[in-house]
């Protein structure tokens, strides 16, 4: 048996553990060289056993127990997926189209907006809470909406930074459709949609937009899929002020993958800080795509069909979308279907060996309006909040016992609490 087949896998094992051979010379912390001995270790078992004869696994299984890590595998895991969950009734007219869970009414929860017959975007409210959803039936176009080109594949954002939801959507013929949110974040109401703004680009016969900041810039960057792979726009300009740049085709490392859908979400699912992928494809394959690199600079692999228990194949189109959406803190997928049904895969292992707080650390209150109180026996080194997305969004370094917090948003967080003695500490917290 001979090596080529899996040469990019190696290409990128070299590539981990020169890095991690470059952090321990530079001092690296213990937290960032477990990140990175995670991410060897992901692609050692993604590679034949006969590879190596051990050598490199033994080499991995002294540095795993150096920091505290496990070698064997903790991996998420999906329960098999329920058909229109918490009372989600489906569109009788719909066809297909993209699916983009938001928080458009700004009272906590997510809502879902979904790609209806001929563009028309439907607008379903949560009317119960972050914990226990509850969907009420779809309204047509509301807030001004107007529909898009036979197909609409919706993200949305804060993309002006001015507190609300804008949307893009994608087409049928790969233009990019803006929306911006010309009201408040609890009463939007949407301006007459731009083609191709803001420096957007037609794709090639459909586009299937995703919100996410790729190079950790503080902006919101596009993956979009298409027939044949995804394209990345480059957010250039700023939070307030976008600018997309001209895209590039199958960035990071990604591997042309050619199906007619290419539906892709991002989040970090393996919790190392950076952001992973998620491609919904022709056939109803789930497509993980994991990030072995780092926030700052995506390298990611080839991908792997259905992980994690996830169950494939449910309908010809799947097209899914992470999200925390029973605010356990860990992320969910739902995915829309060809025809309009909702599919709700609930993660049901959330297993990266981070501890619950103990009962000697005290956080709260617990939702919080504006601070929090942490008292720790030991020193914290540091404290990191991720929203549900997975995206880091504060950062604090031998933090006081109070964090002021009252710059977020109303929502779902999580908190992970890095202590002296290497414990990392997770908790989901609430803000109001």
Known sequence: ???????????????????????????????????????????????????????????????????????????????????NPFGFVVDSTNYVGGLCPADLDGDGDFDLLMGGFFGTLDYIENSGTPENPVFEPAQTNPFGLTSSYYYAFITAADLDNDGDLDIVTGEYGGNHMYYQNIGTATNPFFSVPVVNALGLSAGSYIS???????DNDGDYDIMSGEAGGLIYFENQGDSVLPGFVAPLSNPFDLVPNPVYFSHPTMGDLDMDGDLDMLVGETGGNLRYIQNLANANAPLFDGGQLNPFGITGGIAPVVLPEFVDIDADGDLDILATVDGGALWFYENTQFNLGLAEPSEQLAIGPNPFTTTLQIQSPTTIEKVTVFDVHGRLIFEEHKPESTLELGSLKSGIYMLEIHCENDRLHRKKIEKL
């Open 1 to 83: 048996m001979h090596a080529k087949p899996f040469s990019r896998r190696i290409r990128q094992l070299n590539f981990k553990i020169r890095e991690f051979n470059r952090l321990i010379a530079t001092g690296a912390s213990k937290d960032v060289l477990r990140r990175c001995a995670l991410k060897i270790k992901s692609i050692l078992q993604s590679l034949p056993d006969w590879f190596f004869n051990g050598q490199i696994k033994a080499w991995l299984s002294t540095v795993c127990l150096a920091l505290g890590l496990s070698w064997n595998s903790n991996a998420q895991n999906f329960a098999p997926p329920v058909e």
């Open 208 to 214: 299937m937009p995703e919100f996410a900041d790729l």
